[in-house]
């Protein structure tokens, strides 16, 4: 799991599940993990690190044993995605607060913007394989 980036984003959310997809299907080396903010997993990491992740209305981004949150963790899995790797560099030299800001600002109405219910697909064994849940049966630690 060290070699491995883990993203928490909200389960709940339509839009954050319509996200998710998008990296899976993009990361085709699979180096995201993926647990909703809710999960046994996320409390798990929250303790581990001393973050309660579950109450951060953000994305989050865990790697080489640092987490990052809202326009960082975006912009972060993003450069992992070789087609946007050089896209991406460009939003880093925008001032975190302003990157933020904008974040805020989309995390605030998600909701509303995306009010159409989807059902959530049902994965593929391949796609299963990169959730903690399932991982975290088969390793003892990351």
């Not at 996200?19 to 990361?27: A, K, L």
């Not at 989050?60 to 640092?66: K, M, S, V």
């Given at each position: 799991m060290r070699h491995h980036g883990i993203i928490l984003?909200?389960?709940d959310c339509s839009l954050c599940n319509g996200?998710?997809?998008?990296?899976?299907?993009?990361?085709s080396q699979g180096y995201f993990r993926f647990a909703s903010?809710?999960?046994e997993e996320s409390e798990w990491l929250s303790q581990r690190f001393g973050v309660p992740f579950s109450t951060l209305d953000s994305v989050?981004?865990?790697?080489?044993?640092?987490y990052?949150?809202?326009s960082t963790a975006v912009l972060r899995i993003l450069q992992r995605l070789t087609r946007f790797s050089v896209f991406t560099r460009l939003f880093f030299l925008i001032p975190r607060p302003l990157r933020d800001a904008?974040?805020?600002?989309?995390?605030?109405n998600r909701h509303r913007w995306n009010r159409r219910k989807q059902t959530c697909p049902?994965?593929?064994?391949?796609?299963?394989?990169?959730w903690l849940k399932h991982?975290?049966?088969k390793e003892d630690s990351f």
């Open positions: 984003f909200d389960g996200w998710v997809r998008w990296i899976i299907q993009r990361d903010l809710k999960s989050i981004l865990i790697e080489q044993g640092r990052f949150t809202r904008v974040y805020r600002f989309a995390a605030k049902v994965p593929t064994p391949e796609q299963q394989k990169r991982l975290l049966k």
